[in-house]
């Protein structure tokens, strides 16, 4: 005996989260056996639809459901719960309840919370299939008793299509039978099947196509019967009937969110989105065979889409077998596909796959969301569709392989369905990005602004019940007045003054001050309005570099704040500091704008887009906002940008589910220079030559994080996230995002935050626990890096995520990177000042003869090398001249590839350069090699040149540990006409402690020397060989 649950929907369920929103799942128990439904985000009217069916081994036993409301950080939140006893689904009528709500309960009646919400449940008894089937060791009385429960049954093919045509569970056969001998049977067949249940249960099917669930997991009842009732059956409804069914029935449900476990396919076609649907899952459809060949899938079979719930969903059965691989053996896939949402435009299907024969494959199920939803807007005229398809791996039963499972089902998937996009984009004809792109000046083309002449706007503005109830009591006064006789002088009168001689005069008098005074602040603000109008619309962008348009087409559903019911809106929209405003639309809650804005160019693509809709009430006066929005270019698609609704934030806003129709583009005028030039000045800031990443590289990083394509990898570093525990990642850094992952033994942790988000960074002193490595602290702003809260270590009480980094291998460079995109991204101008001048006050504490130009930590030099050449000081600076001179003494010096950077001024008299090469096998048997940077200035006498230059060794056992500092002083001799002084100081720069420091600092000087040697004797040799 089983008892089966349809956990179908639940509404009213209390808010947990401070969004205001709950993320709920179910948990079922019975005795020891559990169950749990996936988990819908953000959503407090949830529906699952999920089956399981649970093995009945006592009668007193109860069902336990459960609502949680789930947190990835802490522990799940209790929403509410309800008891059934297993008894009272016995004892009702056909042993079923049938489907209803049940109110849930909270845990205790302490609880705050009182209003649990309501949930509804199919729950009912069945015994099992077929006793055929079964190879039953119960006596001859309990085989008696369970074919008289048999006969009251229809077959299974029937009973599993009625099942799965309505969520009730009862046949209208069986309720047209007699109800009181049936029930006392079954009471008395359940009492018996009880006391054999643990025999009856425990045998095995001999055919090769049953699926034995484990005793302790529930397994839904549609997996009980696979191929038997779908075979041979085919739908008698034609699909684009039963489409335009579910059409009527859609109750404009929102397209669910992507899974989290990734994206697989992300596409525009040239094909209606119900074009799409039907070509994918229309019953008998050539492309279904076609891929399914090409995914290496055999023995394929698609079961007739059935209705549900009274025709608001649609669901089928697939099965099929998958090709064997190098690990696994060929294992055959349950696929149900159910209609999430279909409603002519957009269309959800969710397939949750069962592989059970797989290695831990009662363990899990694999999800997949396709969602089909209408393109951008054309400039042909043709349609054009978006297909998205997610992942995520849904374990109804913990264990230990899961993250080796999800990376085994990650890469199977990949695999599975680059053959499939292969097919499909051979069917449908691919809509290219580019050409969206390039057609947007006739995507704007088409926008014209209305234009109204001033007396209909000036009629529409006044035809309210204050200026025509002041007009009327103005006229009705002067014709009082021009009827009326002048009255005596009396009281406190005189001639020319007339006071009100009573209370309701007085009264009077009031209203009509009040009256007149808001008649004349309506025209004051009507006309400073018309002065403010369009001032933004059609301003043309200045410069070259990243241009932002923004196309303001309409508003709908705009809080109404005025006394007349109306409002008059106007947008801002702010970018990088850059502000552009619209006109002023009067007496409007469905505004129609039509305007264009232009944002001037910027050197780096932008991170948010700030849009804030008032209301107009002068220009002095404080401007209501009617609700706000922010666009992030980061975790936007572009294409998706294009032609977009975007809903309106606050209290009135979301109150009136008010929302703006925007089209937005994002050009690059520069092309790829733009990249080369925005890492030269990142270069200078950084004062260490940063390589252009490779396209594959930039192609991994973006999938890594789901960036835009025109976000790319600046550098990493290998560093720890400290938390509980430090957690050993990488640490990413574009123009615009700050990301960490790692991966340890299947656990991935992976965030990232913009650079606008950050507040505060400060650095540590090194300790014990960072391994003598500094410690970067990251502030972030309040209420943002929320998606990334999981990886902060504290939150202040201003309630600030704080992000704790240390153990780095290359603190130096990674601190000075960071610094510098900080600086160029998120700080004001003003705060920029303040830390420029706190520059140059640290660095005017320094002596012009320390020659310390480079902004690098305090380095205790010492003389290495001090001599008389036989050269003069000019033709000696050659070798830093990036010559011929330069590249023989390299050469000679054992350094191979030799690369340097023309000199750039830096400041007045100061100038730097970069420089890389590589060691030759003689110098260093491990290879390795430099990144140098150089600085060059004069003496301040004038005579001589002061050279600085800090080495970072790349490839080289230990080099991460330290830094070389090097000084060159060469100097005039005036007793020597064509002779030089020529001192060279070195320093360690330590960047990590270690025990070998006086072995690594004797090695290096003893390295040096050898070198000075070899590259002056071959300056005199030079200079010899040329007089």
């Known amino acids: 005996m089983k008892l089966h649950v349809t956990v179908v929907e639940a509404r009213n369920l209390p808010a947990m989260d401070p969004n205001g929103l709950c993320d709920p799942y179910v948990k079922l128990h019975l005795g020891k056996q559990k169950g749990k439904t996936k988990v819908v985000k953000k959503c407090l009217n949830p529906q699952w639809s999920d089956e399981f069916s649970f093995r009945v081994d006592d009668l007193k036993n109860e069902l336990v459901v459960s609502v949680m409301d789930e947190d990835k950080y ?12 297993v008894s009272q689904v016995l004892n009702a009528e056909n042993s079923a309840l049938g489907t209803a709500w049940y109110p849930l309960l909270p845990k205790s009646k302490k609880s705050k919370i009182k209003d649990c919400g309501e949930i509804l449940l199919t729950v009912y008894l069945a015994q099992n299939k077929s006793i055929g089937e079964q190879s039953c060791n119960c006596d001859h009385a309990t085989t008696n008793v369970r074919k008289q429960m048999d006969s009251a049954t229809s077959s299974p093919a029937r009973s599993f299509s009625d099942r799965f045509r309505s969520p009730s569970p009862m046949r209208s056969d069986e309720i047209a039978s007699s109800k009181e001998d049936k029930s006392q049977a079954q009471k008395f067949a359940g009492r018996i099947a009880q006391i054999f249940n643990k025999n009856a249960d425990s045998a095995s099917s001999t055919s090769g196509k049953s699926v034995s669930p484990s005793p302790e997991r529930p397994i839904s009842s549609k997996y009980e019967v696979v191929e038997s009732p779908l075979e041979g059956q085919s739908s008698a409804v034609p699909f684009e009937e039963i489409m335009k069914t579910i059409d009527l029935k859609d109750q404009g449900r929102e397209v669910p969110s992507d899974l989290p476990g990734g994206i697989l396919l992300d596409q525009l076609y040239l094909i209606a989105s119900a074009d799409l649907n039907s070509l994918i899952f229309a019953p008998g459809s050539e492309f279904s065979q076609s891929a399914a060949d090409a995914q290496g899938t055999t023995e ?22 998958k090709a064997a691989t190098k690990l696994i053996k060929a294992v055959k896939g349950i696929e149900e596909q159910t209609y999430l949402k279909a409603d002519g435009k957009a269309f959800a299907v969710l397939a949750s796959v069962s592989t059970p024969d797989a290695p831990y494959g009662s363990t899990f199920r694999t999800e997949l969301l396709f969602c089909i939803t209408p393109g951008p807007e054309l400039p042909s005229g043709e349609q054009c569709s978006r297909l998205v398809i997610s992942w995520r791996m849904n374990f109804i039963q913990s264990t230990i392989m899961k ?25 449908v004809k691919v809509v290219d990005a580019k050409d969206m792109g390039s057609n947007k000046d006739q995507a704007l083309a088409s926008l014209q602004v209305e234009s109204q002449p001033d ?22 006064v002067l014709v009082h007045i021009f009827l009326a006789m002048p009255g005596t002088i009396q009281g406190l009168e005189f001639v020319g003054l007339d006071l009100p001689d009573s209370i309701g005069e007085v009264i009077v008098s009031g209203v009509l001050i009040l009256q007149t005074k808001q008649v004349l602040e309506l025209i004051s603000r009507f ?13 043309k962008a200045q410069g070259d570099g990243w241009l932002l348009t923004v196309a ?13 019911g109306f409002s008059d809106p106007y947008v801002v929209f702010t970018c990088n500091g850059k502000a552009r405003t619209s006109s002023i639309k009067f007496q409007k809650s469905d505004p129609h704008w039509n305007e264009i804005f232009e944002f001037d160019a910027m050197d780096e693509p932008p991170s948010m887009l700030d849009v804030e809709v008032y209301d107009f009430d002068g220009p002095f006066d404080e401007a209501m906002s009617l609700g706000h929005a922010e666009i992030n270019f980061v975790r936007s698609n572009l294409i998706d ?30 092309g790829t220079n733009s990249v080369n030039e925005y890492l030269t000045k990142v270069e200078k800031e950084v004062g260490k030559k940063i390589n252009l990443r490779s396209p594959q590289t930039n192609t991994a990083f973006q999938k890594l994080f789901g960036l835009p394509p025109e976000e790319f990898l600046i550098n990493d570093f290998r560093c720890h996230l400290k938390r509980k525990m430090p957690l050993q990642g990488r640490l990413f850094l574009s123009p615009r995002i700050i990301g960490f992952y790692t991966n340890m033994f299947g656990h991935k942790t992976k965030f990232f935050f913009l650079w606008e988000d950050i507040e505060d960074i400060q650095q540590l002193s090194p300790t014990l626990s960072s391994m003598g490595s500094p410690i970067i602290i990251i502030t972030l702003r309040k209420g943002r890096g929320i998606d990334a809260r999981h990886g902060a270590k504290t939150q202040d009480f201003q309630r600030r995520l704080k992000f704790h980094f240390q153990s780095f291998v290359s603190f130096g460079a990674a601190h000075r990177t960071i610094m510098a995109l900080w600086k160029a991204r998120s700080l004001s101008p003003e705060q920029k000042v303040q830390i420029v001048e706190e520059e140059s006050e640290s660095k005017s504490l320094q002596t012009e003869e320390s020659g310390a130009f480079l902004d690098l930590e305090d380095v205790n030099m010492s003389e290495v090398y001090c001599s008389v050449l036989s050269v003069p000081s000019d033709y000696f600076m050659e070798i830093f001249n990036g010559g011929d001179l330069d590249h023989k003494v390299i050469e000679k010096a054992g350094c191979l590839e030799y690369s340097n950077s023309p000199w750039e001024l830096e400041k007045p008299d100061v100038y730097q350069r970069q420089i890389q090469y590589k060691f030759d096998k003689h110098i260093s048997r491990y290879g390795g090699g430099v990144t140098s940077t150089q600085q060059r200035s004069p003496l301040p006498d004038g005579k001589g040149w002061i050279i600085e230059e800090v080495m970072t060794l790349d490839r080289v056992p230990l080099g991460d540990y330290f830094n070389l500092h090097m000084r060159y002083q060469v100097e005039d001799l005036p007793s020597r006409l064509k002779a030089c002084n020529v001192q060279v100081l070195l320093g360690l720069a330590w960047l990590k402690s270690t025990g070998h420091q006086k072995r690594i600092t004797k090695n290096v000087v003893s390295n040096v020397k050898g070198r000075m040697k070899v590259i002056f004797s071959v300056v005199e040799k030079e200079y010899l060989s040329v007089k």
């Open 300 to 321: 394929l079979q698609q079961g007739p889409w059935i209705l549900e719930n009274d025709g608001e969903s649609m669901k089928r059965v697939v099965t099929y077998t």
């Open 641 to 670: 940008l294009a032609d977009v609704w975007i809903p309106l934030q606050g209290q009135l806003a979301q109150a009136c589910q008010s929302k703006l129709h925007l089209r937005i583009f994002l050009d690059n005028t520069r």
């Open 74 to 85: 802490f522990n799940d939140d209790f929403v509410g719960q309800l008891k059934i006893p």
């Open 552 to 564: 303001l087409i309409e508003g709908n559903n705009l809080s109404a704040v005025d006394s007349s």
């Open 455 to 476: 007396w209909k706007l000036a009629l529409q503005y006044f035809a309210n019940f204050t200026v025509i109830s002041t007009v009327v009591i103005g006229l009705y």
């Open 527 to 539: 006309m400073q309005a018309r002065v403010q109008k369009g001032s933004d619309h059609g301003v």
């Open 403 to 427: 993250g080796m499972i999800e990376g085994g089902a990650r890469q199977g998937l990949k695999d599975s369905f680059e053959p499939y996009a292969a097919l499909l984009s051979q069917t």
